[in-house]
């Protein structure tokens, strides 16, 4: 049965919130939204690390060399901080959300186990590639690089699978509200698995491309137009910008396939409050008991997009049982986010076609266009808030589901215990490694500017021994 059709099979649930739903939510939210930043540096940063130590050892480019060096250090700074967000995370499933894992641990449990190996694999060679630098010979530590960035995926997809499945749940008997039959493989590659898994993959390259570009445009803004800032530029934006229109593509797909199955949430994301056809498509807006009001329409559009006719019909809010339909708030936040995740989409997307004329007209004047490079900067930030906006219009789309039509948020979470002095605590926790990473990152790059070409020793991993050099700078 699809959820659509469990959804209509449900009768209308009253329930008072727990007191204890709030904090639970909240630090969630914050520590989801803190971990997601790291993903794609993870995904993504080390497939462009390959890319600069390929043409680095291909071409003889001492330049892409020192760039390929220099970003994997950067990544295991920023591995170190995504294993210990990662742990909270996991911690505070069993923690805050008892009745998730007890009930439906065997099944939303498989995905992460997966995810631990790819972890562990990921961490091994980390270690190998950023010790191998000047220790091993040139295309084998080459290929120690390899893992790092498939073992990224692979833990990307992990993660995915489980999301996915909280969104559309497969692979299991349940009887009597417990899970008595678990199907792996249906459980990993659930219906939503693939599209959300490629959104989220392309996504990694997007972000991670366009936070590297932007700080090298940043340093070609304060004057630094060497060769060096110039590939690292490069290598970050095009790629990115290759990925956006393929992800533009991707996510219209996605949310077409979430008209299909998860009505609540399209609803949610076009703030549709009773159903039809010829539905417009509302640019901002709240919804206010049960009314649109302050947006922008455009006629037929919803449904034109929704099925390819302006006829389509759109189910809104009123046909969702009452005691499961999102509130006007939780649509509200769903749909502001679906339009900024839009909107900054097609914005990076102008800023990559700008790029493109300029790389094809002038190609010579493109490191000293300073409103581009402007442009540039402000799209790792953009990018960023993108990915930020994404997510919250599937975490908060889900509401007031924890697993779609099997287990309501307030019947998972915990109800002993004040949860706010522990997310005080890991609020503290977040930002102490966030401050500290940054700190961390800006100290390497300080030290970088002023080194130069310089030999140093390698910074992370056993120093080399007395009078042996290093070639170009660690």
């Excluded at 991670?208 to 110039?230: C, I, N, S, W």
């Excluded at 007031?400 to 890991?426: C, Y």
């Amino acid at each position: 049965m699809t959820t659509a059709g469990a959804l209509a099979h449900l009768p209308a649930l009253a329930a008072a919130d727990p007191a204890q739903l709030l904090p639970a939510r909240e630090q969630m939210a914050f520590t989801l939204g803190f971990h997601i930043i790291l993903v794609p540096f993870g995904v993504a940063l080390t497939t462009l690390m390959l890319i600069a130590h390929w043409r680095g050892l291909r071409k003889g480019d001492a330049e892409a060399l020192l760039l390929a060096r220099r970003w994997s250090k950067v990544a295991a700074v920023l591995f170190a901080v995504g294993a210990i967000t990662g742990t909270v995370l996991s911690f505070e499933l069993g923690i805050l959300w008892p009745r998730l894992m007890g009930d439906y641990g065997s099944a939303f449990g498989f995905p992460f186990a997966i995810e631990g190996l790819f972890f562990f694999l990921e961490a091994i060679f980390v270690a190998l590639y950023i010790y191998g630098w000047d220790r091993m010979p040139p295309w084998a530590h080459f290929w120690t690089g390899v893992p790092v960035s498939l073992a990224g995926v692979g833990g990307t997809a992990s993660v995915v699978a489980a999301n996915a499945w909280m969104n559309q749940p497969g692979g299991i008997t349940v009887e009597h509200g417990k899970v008595v039959a678990v199907r792996p493989a249906e459980v990993f590659f659930n219906d939503a698995f693939w599209l959300e898994f490629l959104h989220m993959l392309i996504a990694a390259y997007i972000i991670a491309g366009f936070v590297v570009g932007g700080v090298y445009a940043v340093g070609m803004l304060r004057g630094r137009r060497d060769r060096y800032h110039r590939v690292g530029f490069l290598t970050g934006f095009v790629t990115a910008a290759c990925a956006l229109p393929v992800q533009i593509l991707v996510g219209d797909t996605i949310a077409r396939q979430v008209f299909d199955d998860e009505p609540a949430k399209f609803a949610a994301i076009e703030l549709l409050p009773d159903t039809g056809s010829h539905v417009p498509e509302t640019l901002g807006g709240v919804l206010v008991d049960g009314e649109v009001r302050y947006g922008i329409k455009i006629p037929d559009m919803a449904s034109l997009l929704a099925g390819f006719k302006p006829s389509t019909t759109i189910k809104g809010l009123e046909a969702v049982p009452a005691g499961v339909r999102p509130t006007d708030a939780q649509a509200n936040i769903v749909h502001w986010a679906f339009d900024i995740m839009v909107g900054t989409s097609f914005l990076m997307l102008a800023v990559a076609l700008w790029f493109a004329w300029l790389w094809w007209r002038r190609r010579h004047t493109l490191a000293t266009d300073r409103w581009f490079l402007r442009s540039a900067a402000v799209c790792g930030i953009v990018a960023i808030l993108c990915l930020e906006s994404g997510w919250v219009v599937t975490e908060v789309g889900r509401q007031p589901w924890i697993v779609v039509g099997h287990l309501l948020t307030r019947d998972a979470v915990a109800t002993r215990g004040d949860l706010w002095p522990f997310f005080g605590a890991v609020l503290l926790l977040y930002l102490a490694v966030g401050a500290a990473a940054l700190w961390v990152l800006r100290s390497m790059t300080r030290r970088w500017r002023q080194q130069g070409d310089e030999a140093v020793s390698v910074p992370y991993g056993p120093e080399r021994p007395a009078g042996t050099t290093t070639g170009k700078a660690s």
